[in-house]
């Protein structure tokens, strides 16, 4: 159990101080923000940290398991939740997380998720979301919105955008929640809420690529992402009061789904049990 309770040096002592710094990402990125969320949310709830497997694929958000000290492996484009599947199958006593990337998740890795989702298998995914692939040159990905411009898409981009958490959703998710990087006392809490999930849990995290999204499409300095966040973002509760066309340019923050579903892992262990029999 972690007993320094100094809340200046958390996230200090959960790094690699001796390995692969200084970091890849840009100053003024919101990867950043996102790691702090999630290794305080860690730290909340006491895990022993080699109880924990933090699992990532490709990308600049899927480096992050490099600098801190879990169990850690960083894998293949787009696979990181098919190892973290054989991970927790494995050790289901495991406390297993993947944290991916728009691109790594949706676009190579977007049947692996949605089928994640659809077993609601014992993992936490957290996606962050920077509408665009910043690593690798400012590409079209999966979630960049119609009209914008990318590298690969300079007349704009034509093809409209997945809704990560809708998705979730749709496809069996038990706990999906979105938050931003702006509001990051709420992105913590709910990492924590989906920590505590019985079956597949996922948060949406919209960050920002001041770099190449926001040079691209004129959006300003990384601040001035911050506060369109800030201006452009609504709860839940408040979205369901106002009208479909109101709300559709907006980021809704908060839980979408938390419902108790069949937990694949379980089920597996009982299968195992009726074929011993």
Same mark, same amino acid.
């Given at each position: 159990?972690?007993?320094?309770?100094?809340?200046?040096?958390?996230?200090?002592?959960?790094?690699?101080?001796?390995?692969?710094?200084?970091?890849?990402?840009?100053?003024?990125?919101?990867?950043?923000?996102?790691?702090?969320?999630?290794?305080?949310?860690?730290?909340?709830?006491?895990?022993?940290?080699?109880?924990?497997?933090?699992?990532?694929?490709?990308?600049?958000?899927?480096?992050?398991?490099?600098?801190?000290?879990?169990?850690?492996?960083?894998?293949?484009?787009?696979? $990181?939740?098919?190892?973290?599947?054989? %991970?927790?199958? #494995?050790?289901? /006593?495991?406390?297993?997380? *993947? =944290?991916?990337?728009?691109?790594?998740?949706?676009?190579?890795?977007?049947?692996?998720?949605?089928?994640?989702?659809?077993?609601?298998?014992?993992?936490?995914?957290?996606?962050?979301?920077?509408?665009?692939?910043?690593?690798?040159?400012?590409?079209?990905?999966?979630?960049?919105?119609?009209?914008?411009?990318?590298?690969?898409?300079?007349?704009?981009?034509?093809?409209?955008?997945?809704?990560?958490?809708?998705?979730?959703?749709?496809?069996?998710?038990?706990?999906?929640?979105?938050?931003?990087?702006?509001? $990051?006392?709420?992105?913590?809490?709910? %990492?924590?809420? #989906?920590?505590? /999930?019985?079956?597949?849990? *996922? =948060?949406?995290?919209?960050?920002?690529?001041?770099?190449?999204?926001?040079?691209?499409?004129?959006?300003?300095?990384?601040?001035?992402?911050?506060?369109?966040?800030?201006?452009?973002?609504?709860?839940?509760?408040?979205?369901?009061?106002?009208?479909?066309?109101?709300?559709?340019?907006?980021?809704?923050?908060?839980?979408?789904?938390?419902?108790?579903?069949?937990?694949?892992?379980?089920?597996?262990?009982?299968?195992?049990?009726?074929?011993?029999?």
């Amino acid at each position: 159990m972690v007993k320094h309770r100094d809340s200046t040096h958390l996230v200090h002592q959960y790094l690699r101080h001796n390995k692969k710094f200084p970091h890849v990402w840009c100053p003024g990125c919101g990867n950043g923000i996102v790691l702090g969320a999630l290794i305080r949310a860690i730290h909340q709830h006491q895990y022993e940290r080699d109880d924990i497997v933090l699992v990532s694929g490709i990308g600049c958000s899927s480096r992050m398991p490099v600098y801190v000290d879990f169990n850690t492996i960083h894998t293949l484009h787009g696979r $990181a939740l098919t190892f973290a599947t054989g %991970i927790k199958l #494995a050790n289901p /006593k495991l406390k297993v997380i *993947v =944290v991916t990337g728009d691109g790594d998740s949706m676009a190579i890795g977007g049947n692996h998720f949605i089928h994640a989702a659809r077993r609601n298998i014992d993992i936490t995914t957290i996606i962050l979301n920077n509408n665009i692939y910043g690593m690798t040159g400012g590409q079209s990905s999966p979630t960049t919105n119609y009209g914008d411009k990318s590298t690969t898409a300079p007349y704009t981009h034509i093809e409209h955008a997945f809704k990560i958490s809708e998705l979730a959703v749709t496809a069996g998710a038990s706990f999906v929640a979105r938050g931003t990087v702006y509001h $990051a006392d709420k992105l913590q809490k709910l %990492i924590e809420a #989906a920590l505590t /999930k019985d079956g597949f849990s *996922v =948060v949406e995290a919209v960050t920002h690529c001041h770099v190449q999204y926001g040079k691209l499409n004129k959006l300003g300095s990384n601040v001035d992402m911050m506060k369109w966040q800030k201006d452009n973002s609504i709860t839940v509760q408040k979205a369901a009061k106002m009208k479909e066309e109101d709300v559709e340019d907006k980021i809704t923050m908060g839980v979408l789904m938390d419902k108790p579903l069949p937990n694949f892992t379980k089920e597996m262990a009982k299968l195992k049990d009726r074929a011993k029999e």
